[in-house]
């Protein structure tokens, strides 16, 4: 259980992301500034600098916490599973965790999505963020099928897995009405993507057999 300082520390983070999410629907991003953000939450701005360096790290607070979990699970991936059971498990147990935790509501969850697809600056961060934590989640699916996948193949796996979801999220936004919702849709989306994807499972699952036999000759 956290303790009394962790917990303060949790609240107040809340508060700023809270504070500037609201604040970007009032007044828009570009208008909103760091000692608007700051008041608003009722702390000062060298607070503000203690938790995020910018506005652009505030709206993607949650980004490297994320990829570390996935990282983490690809490294300790079980003897039992294929390539894209690993890949389901990761999309299940990232959003159990987002569901869990109740990071976001619907509403502000609905709001980062436009605020990324809208404000040129969040385009160029989510883009960069984007193929780095994608290079980065191909390369543990590779290293967690030593030669079983291929990088071209977990990358093209990796990429169209987090495509397909992404895509389906923003697509769908209008039509879904909470974050359970939003959710089911992004698991949707990386179901059948997954689908597609288990020719991979019978190549990585080929090389292993004939590598057992090359050390059973």
Avoid: C
Avoid at 194 to 206: I, M
């Amino acid at each position: 259980m956290a303790g009394l300082r962790e917990r303060k520390k949790q609240r107040t983070r809340r508060a700023l992301i809270e504070a500037a999410l609201r604040l970007f629907e009032e007044k828009g991003y570009a208008e909103t500034t760091l000692a608007e953000i700051a008041a608003e939450a009722e702390v000062s701005t060298r607070t503000f600098f203690s938790y995020f360096s910018s506005k652009e790290d505030l709206v993607f607070y949650d980004g490297d916490e994320r990829l570390e979990r996935a990282l983490v699970l690809m490294a300790t991936r079980r003897p039992e599973e294929s390539p894209t059971d690993v890949l389901l498990r990761l999309l299940d147990e990232g959003i159990a965790t987002a569901v869990q935790h109740g990071e976001l509501t619907f509403e502000e969850a609905a709001l980062r999505t436009r605020l990324v697809m809208t404000e040129p600056a969040l385009q160029g961060r989510a883009l960069l963020l984007l193929f780095d934590s994608q290079l980065k989640l191909a390369k543990a699916l590779r290293d967690a099928f030593p030669g079983e996948v291929d990088m071209v193949e977990a990358a093209a796996a990796v990429g169209a897995m987090f495509g397909a979801v992404k895509l389906a999220v923003m697509a769908n936004l209008d039509n879904d009405r909470s974050i359970e919702q939003i959710w089911d849709t992004a698991r949707r989306a990386g179901k059948l993507a997954l689908t597609g994807l288990r020719v991979l499972d019978e190549k990585a699952a080929a090389r292993l057999r004939a590598d057992q036999r090359g050390m059973a000759s």
